[in-house]
């Protein structure tokens, strides 16, 4: 059977509130709210001025539907799932339960982000292993192209490979069909954060198998900071969590049974559950913002957005400036390069025209959304003619 092929969806920004002036091109920073969410979350506040309403069925109820509802978007079971509050929290789980044999390595990017650095770094301090960087690749007519640089590093003695869907400076993509090939041949963990796709970028769970999939909700997934998703593959849980919380031990839903310490955990992946995962505030707006995701389907937002950066891609060529070809970026995520240099004042100059967008590097990141118009798309090029 045939994956139904996507459909473009017409644009939303009447589900947000983006005040018509505002050009705002920068998810990869941070989405906007849904109102659908933001009305979630209302009630979800006004429901801690009357805490006699919240039942110990509260506890479970709504992070349990958030958990499988998450599940679905990805295409994985609930049990495969936790909660954490950052991405790097979701990772140093897999950098606390992999082992690493001495002299190994973990392969990281350049420029990855910290999130995905860090943790790796104390983890090959103590077990005697080594970080390799895989040096940016030499750009190609096309832009550059990370794939076959990672595939050249990927060798007997890697141990883990650390990586996103997608660069964070500039949406470059990254083939984990591919890679995930070589790094199963080789025997080492695959570790994901896909903080800057997930939500926005289909990726087949059952061709890539990671063993850590990690992703904070306020970027691509619209929902609100401090909230995330830890994907864990099926042998990695019964490892040992970051904290011990009384949430994720099993029985805790009978809080007079509290007093009898349990020393087994709830089933899955629940046992890496941050501290107070029932999160009664945050809970509902992401659950909002999920329901929304799946609705639209991650498939049709990728086409979409696709269509989106395609043609803002089409208009900075026309410009001089530089971008990737369609086949080496992500759908969803465009880095746009000045061959003359970063124009001094760039942001700030775009930001008196209502325009935002992001630098990393050298690289300006133009991250539209369901919300954006042909309207936003005109007065980024008219406020970027004037800084040129
Ligand atoms: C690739 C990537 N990972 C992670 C994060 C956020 O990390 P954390 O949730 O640990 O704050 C960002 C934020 O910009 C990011 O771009």
Same mark, same amino acid.
């Given at each position: 059977?045939?994956?139904? &092929?996507?459909?473009?969806?017409?644009?939303?920004?009447?589900l947000?509130?983006? +005040?018509?002036?505002?050009?705002?091109? /920068?998810?990869?920073?941070?989405?906007?709210?849904?109102?659908?969410?933001a009305?979630?979350?209302?009630?979800?506040?006004a &429901?801690?001025?009357?805490?006699?309403?919240?039942? %110990?069925?509260?506890?479970?109820?709504?992070?349990?539907?958030?958990?499988?509802?998450?599940?679905?978007?990805?295409?994985?079971?609930?049990?495969?799932?936790?909660f954490?509050?950052?991405?790097s929290y979701?990772?140093?789980?897999?950098?606390? /339960?992999?082992?690493?044999?001495?002299?190994?390595?973990?392969?990281?990017?350049?420029?990855?982000?910290?999130?995905?650095?860090?943790?790796?770094q104390?983890?090959?301090?103590?077990?005697?292993?080594?970080?390799?960087?895989?040096?940016? +690749?030499?750009?190609?007519?096309?832009?550059?192209?990370?794939?076959?640089?990672?595939?050249?590093?990927?060798?007997?003695?890697?141990?883990?490979?650390?990586? +996103?869907?997608?660069?964070?400076?500039?949406?470059?993509h990254?083939?984990?069909?591919?890679?995930?090939?070589?790094?199963?041949?080789?025997?080492?963990?695959?570790?994901?954060?896909? %903080?800057? %796709?997930?939500?926005?970028? +289909?990726?087949?769970?059952?061709?890539?198998?990671?063993?850590?999939m990690?992703?904070p909700?306020y970027?691509?997934l619209?929902?609100?900071?401090?909230m995330?998703?830890?994907?864990v593959?099926?042998?990695?849980?019964?490892?040992?969590?970051l904290?011990? /919380?009384?949430?994720n031990?099993?029985? %805790?839903?009978?809080f007079?049974?509290?007093?009898?310490?349990?020393?087994?955990?709830?089933?899955?992946?629940?046992?890496?559950d941050?501290?107070?995962r029932?999160?009664?505030?945050?809970?509902?707006?992401?659950?909002?913002?999920?329901?929304?995701?799946a609705?639209?389907?991650?498939? /049709?937002?990728?086409?979409?957005?696709?269509?989106?950066?395609?043609?803002?891609?089409a208009?900075?060529?026309?410009?001089?400036?530089t971008? &990737?070809?369609?086949?080496?970026?992500?759908?969803?995520?465009?880095?746009?390069?000045?061959?003359?240099?970063?124009?001094?004042?760039?942001?700030?100059?775009?930001?008196?025209?209502?325009?935002?967008?992001?630098?990393?590097?050298?690289?300006?990141?133009?991250?539209?959304?369901?919300?954006?118009?042909?309207?936003?798309?005109?007065?980024?090029?008219?406020?970027?003619?004037?800084?040129?």
């Open positions: 059977m045939h994956a139904k &092929s996507p459909s473009l969806i017409p644009n939303q920004r009447s947000f509130d983006i +005040p018509d002036h505002i050009a705002y091109l /920068n998810c990869a920073y941070m989405s906007p709210l849904l109102k659908s969410a009305a979630a979350g209302g009630e979800a506040i &429901s801690k001025m009357q805490p006699w309403g919240t039942t %110990s069925e509260d506890f479970f109820t709504q992070s349990e539907a958030t958990r499988s509802l998450f599940a679905k978007v990805i295409g994985a079971d609930a049990d495969a799932i936790s954490v509050p950052a991405a979701g990772i140093a789980i897999a950098a606390n /339960n992999i082992p690493i044999g001495e002299g190994q390595e973990i392969l990281v990017l350049a420029e990855q982000f910290p999130s995905n650095v860090y943790a790796w104390r983890a090959a301090d103590e077990q005697g292993a080594h970080i390799r960087t895989v040096a940016s +690749p030499a750009e190609t007519p096309n832009g550059p192209d990370w794939t076959p640089a990672i595939m050249d590093a990927i060798t007997e003695r890697t141990d883990i490979v650390a990586l +996103p869907h997608c660069h964070w400076t500039d949406g470059a990254i083939n984990l069909t591919t890679v995930s090939k070589k790094t199963r041949k080789v025997g080492a963990a695959l570790v994901l954060d896909v %903080s800057q %796709s997930l939500g926005a970028m +289909p990726l087949d769970l059952n061709q890539i198998k990671p063993d850590f990690v992703a909700t970027k691509w619209l929902g609100p900071y401090a995330g998703f830890l994907y593959a099926p042998k990695w849980r019964d490892g040992r969590p904290e011990e /919380n009384w949430l031990r099993k029985g %805790s839903e009978d007079a049974g509290l007093v009898d310490y349990e020393d087994s955990y709830q089933p899955g992946a629940r046992r890496y941050m501290g107070e029932a999160n009664f505030q945050l809970m509902p707006v992401t659950k909002a913002a999920l329901q929304q995701i609705d639209w389907g991650v498939d /049709n937002i990728a086409a979409t957005l696709q269509t989106k950066t395609d043609a803002i891609a208009r900075a060529t026309r410009l001089g400036l971008v &990737s070809a369609s086949e080496l970026r992500a759908p969803h995520f465009l880095g746009v390069r000045f061959p003359g240099g970063v124009p001094d004042g760039l942001l700030e100059q775009l930001a008196k025209q209502h325009v935002y967008v992001s630098l990393r590097g050298t690289s300006m990141r133009v991250t539209p959304h369901l919300y954006n118009s042909a309207e936003d798309v005109d007065r980024l090029f008219a406020a970027l003619q004037a800084v040129l």
